[in-house]
């Protein structure tokens, strides 16, 4: 079974541009979860799709946006790009809408390096 | 608010000794799971052992251990017989379980194995 996806591997933008992101989840899980990767604030929790339904989010500003389809892919957008927002941005899936418990399973993720 | 705490930035073991790394975290919540992840050099992150919280006893994977003190609210990793594959960055998380839950990440321990 293929693992989770997520393109493009690199990208690189400069200041005021917008950012769009894909993940792939593993066949047959139906939540995605993003998350940010910063030296200086480790890994931080943006947001969670489940059936297509956003169904929590983290502290970040309005400019992050996310949006999963039927078939459970799932995209992020984050508009107005500032130069904090270089980073690793993860994307994770799993089998059902937590809480559960349930493992996670990360992508090799998008590394976004804002100029 | 959740917090994961990780105490060590970085530590290091020689090859098939054991080393013990360290979380502690703050919740309310009474049910809830916790997680080691390994993130290896450039790439994926994985699971390496999980914990739910109603449970006593200490999960063990193989050659991992934790030790899960509920009351101290500390969940430490034990890797025994260290291989050169263990180096990686390795993140405890929680999963709080509740109505406004999220994966909450320490900030991570640097583990170099020397041969």
């Known amino acids: 079974k293929a693992g989770v996806t997520q393109t493009p591997r690199y990208l690189i933008k400069t200041r005021g541009q917008q950012v769009t992101l894909s993940c792939s989840p593993i066949s047959g899980h139906r939540s995605v979860s993003w998350y940010q990767q910063t030296p200086g604030q480790g890994l931080q929790f943006l947001f969670e799709?489940?059936?297509?339904?956003?169904?929590n989010k983290g502290n970040f500003p309005g400019r992050f946006s996310g949006r999963q389809f039927s078939n459970s892919r799932s995209e992020m957008n984050v508009s107005t790009l500032e130069l904090g927002d270089s980073a690793l941005y993860l994307c994770?899936?799993?089998?059902?809408?937590?809480?559960?418990?349930?493992?996670?399973?990360f992508g090799p993720g998008t590394r976004l390096t804002v100029l | 608010a959740q917090t994961v705490t990780q105490s060590q930035p970085e530590m290091s073991v020689q090859e098939a000794e054991t080393v013990t790394l360290s979380c502690t975290y703050d919740?309310?919540?009474?049910?809830?799971?916790l997680f080691w992840y390994k993130q290896p050099p450039s790439r994926q992150m994985i699971l390496v052992i999980r914990?739910?919280?109603?449970?006593?006893q200490n999960a063990t994977e193989n050659r991992f251990s934790v030790n899960f003190q509920k009351a101290a609210k500390s969940f430490s990793l034990k890797i025994s017989d260290s291989q050169l594959g263990d180096t990686a960055m390795y993140f405890c998380?929680?999963?709080?379980?509740?109505?406004?839950?999220?994966?909450?990440f320490g900030k991570g321990t640097l583990l170099t194995v020397n041969p």
């Open positions: 994770a899936s799993s089998l059902d809408v937590r809480p559960s418990g349930d493992e996670q399973f």
């Open positions: 799709y489940f059936s297509e339904t956003q169904r």
């Open positions: 919740t309310s919540e009474n049910n809830y799971y």
């Open positions: 998380a929680f999963d709080s379980g509740g109505s406004n839950y999220k994966l909450t």
């Open positions: 914990q739910e919280a109603y449970k006593q």
